[in-house]
């Protein structure tokens, strides 16, 4: 898993520009965490720029958390430049499960994608794999071990990576699974969390690749930056700046120093 690890340092190098067609909750979070990597990010939306943007970046993400009708066609047109170019497309199906609208789009975006990570909590992801789940809104009501075999399911009907968030994160593709022990449960009570953890996805497979690799080294910065934080926070309010201070320190040393990895 070094080679995972030692991505962090490849981003901040390489400085890759990720494009988010994101929500309006979590616009600022994701690109304060992106640029605290050491990725350039650029939120962009509108239909009339999405060819020539998705033709400058190193990654994708589409995160349909604050959906509609304008914002679909340019998530298709976006997926459908960076699958051309076969750069990563990182998809977040926000509140996928609570309505109609989100599971059905999520479910159209993940068709034909050349290079696709799909990154969600529990509920997220077990109803993008067809299963009967009704959730509320954005926020899981499963645990993360119960979506491991819709995961699986998911990453080879699409050759894809899934990545289940939770107490847990699992990394799971055709052949893989990988858990993540890291993180602190104050993280499910600051909103944005899961966006930031797609969002860095995007700055981590851009640089590599092996998506497999870029999906645990993304989920172990996010865990551990997460412990370093809620070190020095009072709660979850100040807990974000702390995070997005922990992001910057990150270094593979510290990385390896706290990697809670377990291959199954
Ligand atoms: N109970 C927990 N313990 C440790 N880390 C957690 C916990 N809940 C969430 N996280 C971490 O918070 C981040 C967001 O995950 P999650 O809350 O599942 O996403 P979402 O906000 O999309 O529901 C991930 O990095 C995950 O590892
Ligand atoms: C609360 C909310 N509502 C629509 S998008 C959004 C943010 C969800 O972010 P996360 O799933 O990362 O907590
Ligand atoms: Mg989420």
Not at 165 to 190: C, F, K, L, W, Y
Request: charged fraction near 15%; hydrophobic fraction near 45%.
């Amino acid at each position: 898993m070094s080679d995972a690890i030692s991505l962090i340092s490849t981003v901040r190098s390489q400085h890759p520009l990720v494009h988010n067609i994101t929500n309006y909750v979590v616009m600022n979070i994701t690109a304060n965490a992106l640029l605290a990597v050491g990725a350039s990010p650029v939120m962009a939306h509108a239909l009339e720029e999405m060819e020539e943007m998705a033709s400058l970046a190193s990654a994708l993400v589409i995160n349909l958390g604050t959906l509609s009708m304008p914002w679909i066609e340019a998530m298709k047109t976006a997926k459908q430049v960076a699958s051309q170019r076969g750069i990563p497309i990182i998809l977040d199906p926000v509140g996928a499960g609570a309505t109609q609208l989100r599971t059905r789009t999520a479910r159209e975006l993940v068709e034909d994608c050349s290079s696709l990570i799909i990154r969600g909590n529990a509920s997220e992801i077990c109803a993008l794999a067809n299963e009967a789940v009704k959730t509320r809104g954005v926020d899981s009501t499963l645990t993360s071990d119960h979506a491991v075999e819709a995961a699986t399911l998911l990453a080879g009907q699409h050759t894809a990576i899934v990545v289940i968030s939770g107490e847990t994160d699992h990394v799971v593709s055709p052949e893989r699974h990988v858990e993540v022990h890291n993180g602190d449960r104050i993280m499910a009570q600051v909103t944005g969390m899961g966006c930031v953890s797609t969002a860095l996805l995007g700055a981590f497979a851009a640089v590599t690749s092996d998506r497999f690799d870029a999906a645990v080294a993304t989920m172990v910065a996010m865990g551990v930056a997460g412990e370093l934080a809620v070190g020095r926070s009072e709660g979850p309010g100040t807990f974000v700046p702390h995070f997005i201070d922990a992001l910057a320190r990150l270094s593979p040393d510290l990385l390896t120093a706290h990697a809670r990895i377990v291959s199954r």
